[in-house]
């Protein structure tokens, strides 16, 4: 059997299934050389062109940043920094539409040149072999540098690999209808290219390095071989020109053979594919300190007066673009980012050039038609016999418009690289790429919900853990607070009594509140049946004042004296007088009319000062038999009444 090399020294070449042959129409651009065009007023930056997440923004509306300078940061391995394209003032930094099929807005930063195009500091090497492999992949990761054949695959990413390499297979097929990017991009930086392949083996090591290229690019062809005369282990492969020989399963199968399994890798084979354009800019990285920032694009279709490749700086707008092709709009015309095959039509021309985008299609109706109405299908299987990566598209659309993933899993959807033969050969004119693309990112939508949902039962089972440890805790601190009491009451016996003496007082004093609540007696009627008390002692301290006022024996003290108090002083006093007033009375005449006033003598004040003391020292006696002492009220009358017998004697 013969070898791989042997098999490329004689150009016999393995074949793939399927494929198609639709016309080329690369006549349009091939024979232009690439053109510079100026800057635009306003460059639209997206913060993620690439596969992975978004990088950390480092600017803010108002800086003003230079050309080169970075814009993002890497966060994450799976992330690539964005740079400025030109130096000017951000303006603005947003969500707006990106190149994409669902024409969704996603954040951008917006830029306005200044004109100077001034670039940041650079570092320049001589001579990349004193470089370690660590600092080239460092560089390749800050020049933000992402697959630009369409996947935006992370480079840095890709040749990081501890794998052994076998085949480094350099991609400059360009199969797609209209393309003519690479082509030229050959053709005029050839020894730029030749530059990236030497980092890239001086990086990977590889066995061999094989550049398949298709045979209708003869000029492209011819300067590979001529760059490459001195090399052993680099072999340009000259392919039959076929539809989609420039994938990248299909150009690994092609080259040598190996059939890579579904989501298999070709690095866990030993084989890594780069793209023409990605080698050019890894190149110009390492070697004169340039990121990513513009990239040759094709700017092609028979709507355009001067179709031709040109330098875009990344964040371009494609209005901007077609203006130099000498595009006049028309109602209804359909612009398209990418080929006739793979690309896809924009919602309007202010979406900006990002590192994926080769090409800008502007074609006539005539040239190629709108897509016709949709039809059933007729079962006639030519959309699997076209299929390059052997899939069942009718049976994939089926599922795909029941959304079936569980199924589409089974039948391989994500091998599918949407080259777009299937629905070329459609008799139904079925849009079959369109059903797989919703039904992709549907899959990848639930991928990542699930993910959060996961994440999220995570974080609750770690709470409930964390609670139950609180728990746990406190029930010990509760224990050892326990014992400690329990401690101390047998060290200390009489201090413990005298606690649970008051404790249980509380605890009675509770149940029988609890007691009367249950009877019915609310807070309301007891609040009543003070105040009723209240009332009553109000009252009685009333009419004890009134007395003590008639007879002037009411005292300062008097006026905060208990009611009770105040009333058996009242009846003392009115005993006293009686008494006093009696040996009065019994002393006068039978016919009182004719006894005439005399002044009281001084033994007989004397006597009724005894006879008040009496009737005083009588009601304290009364009293004493309702309280064992005397209060300061009582010893205050006593005071007065003593004073007042004596002034009497």
Not at 149 to 163: D, E, R, S
Not at 222 to 235: C, H, M, N, Q, Y
Not at 550 to 564: F, I, N, V
């Amino acid at each position: 059997m013969e070898s791989v090399l042997e098999r490329i020294d004689k150009n016999h070449f393995f074949k793939i299934p399927g494929g198609i042959h639709p016309p080329e129409q690369k006549f349009l651009t091939n024979a232009k050389p690439i053109k510079h065009i100026g800057l635009p007023d306003e460059l639209i930056i997206p913060i993620q062109q690439h596969i992975g997440k978004l990088g950390d923004i480092l600017v803010k509306e108002g800086d003003y940043v230079l050309k080169g300078q970075p814009l993002t940061a890497c966060t994450a391995p799976m992330t690539v920094p964005v740079h400025a394209s030109t130096s000017g003032t951000i303006t603005a930094i947003k969500p707006s539409t990106i190149a994409h099929p669902s024409g969704m807005a996603e954040p951008c930063i917006f830029l306005k040149p200044d004109g100077q195009d001034t670039w940041r500091e650079r570092e320049h090497v001589a001579d990349f072999n004193r470089l370690t492999k660590k600092e080239i992949v460092e560089k390749i990761a800050n020049a933000g540098i992402s697959g630009m054949g369409g996947a935006g695959f992370p480079t840095n990413v890709k040749v990081n690999t501890i794998h052994a390499i076998k085949y480094l297979i350099i991609n400059a097929v360009e199969c797609e209808p209209y393309i003519t990017a690479d082509d030229l991009l050959v053709r005029e930086r050839t020894q730029k290219i030749i530059d990236g392949i030497n980092i890239l083996k001086h990086l990977l090591e590889p066995e061999v390095i094989l550049i398949g290229i298709e045979d209708n690019k003869p000029q492209a062809i011819e300067a590979l071989k001529e760059a490459t005369k001195g090399f052993a282990r680099i072999k340009v492969c000259v392919l039959p020109t076929k539809y989609p020989t420039g994938g990248e399963k299909q150009l690994i199968q092609t080259l040598t053979g190996n059939e890579l399994p579904s989501g298999v890798l070709p690095v866990s084979l030993g084989i890594i594919t780069q793209n023409v354009a990605t080698v050019f800019a890894i190149a110009e990285a390492i070697i004169d300190d340039k990121p990513l920032i513009e990239r040759v694009v094709t700017v092609t279709g028979q709507a355009l007066q001067e179709p031709q490749n040109v330098w875009a700086r990344l964040g371009t707008p494609v209005q901007f673009l077609l203006d130099q092709c000498g595009f006049e709009y028309t109602p209804k015309q359909r612009v398209i980012m990418g080929g006739p095959l793979m690309g896809f039509t924009l919602p309007h021309t202010n979406v900006p050039i990002v590192k994926i985008s080769n090409c800008i299609l502007v074609p006539t109706n005539k040239e190629i038609s709108p897509a016709s109405k949709e039809l059933e299908c007729i079962r006639c299987g030519q959309c699997a016999e076209a299929c390059p990566a052997s899939l069942l598209p009718q049976e994939l659309q089926w599922y795909a418009k029941a959304n079936d993933y569980e199924n589409l899993d089974k039948l391989n959807l994500f091998d599918c690289i949407e080259c777009g033969a299937c629905a070329y050969v459609c008799p139904s004119h079925i849009p079959l790429v369109k059903y797989y693309r919703v039904a992709k990112s549907q899959i990848r939508f639930n991928i990542v919900q699930e993910q959060k949902a996961e994440r999220a039962k995570l974080r609750f089972e770690a709470r409930k853990v964390r609670l139950e440890k609180e728990k746990q805790a406190r029930e010990a601190k509760h224990q050892q607070a326990l014992a400690a009491r329990k401690a101390a009451a047998k060290a200390n016996p009489e201090q413990n009594q005298a606690t649970n003496s008051a404790v249980a007082a509380a605890m009675a004093r509770v149940k029988a509140k609890k007691a009367a609540q249950a009877k019915g007696e609310s807070p309301a009627t007891d609040a009543k049946s003070i105040a009723a008390q209240a009332i009553a002692r109000a009252k009685a301290k009333k009419a004890a004042q009134n007395e003590a006022a008639q007879t002037g024996s009411l005292t300062t003290d008097d006026l905060g004296a208990d009611p009770k108090t105040l009333a058996a002083q009242a009846i003392a006093r009115a005993k006293a007088k009686k008494a006093a007033q009696q040996p009065i009375q019994n002393a006068q005449p039978e016919n009182e009319s004719s006894i005439e006033s005399k002044p009281i003598s001084k033994d007989d004040r004397v006597a009724q000062a005894v006879a008040r003391a009496k009737a005083k020292k009588a009601a304290q006696q009364t009293q004493a038999s309702e309280t064992e002492a005397p209060s300061k009220e009582d010893r205050v009358a006593q005071a007065v009444a003593k004073a007042k017998a004596k002034k009497a004697a």
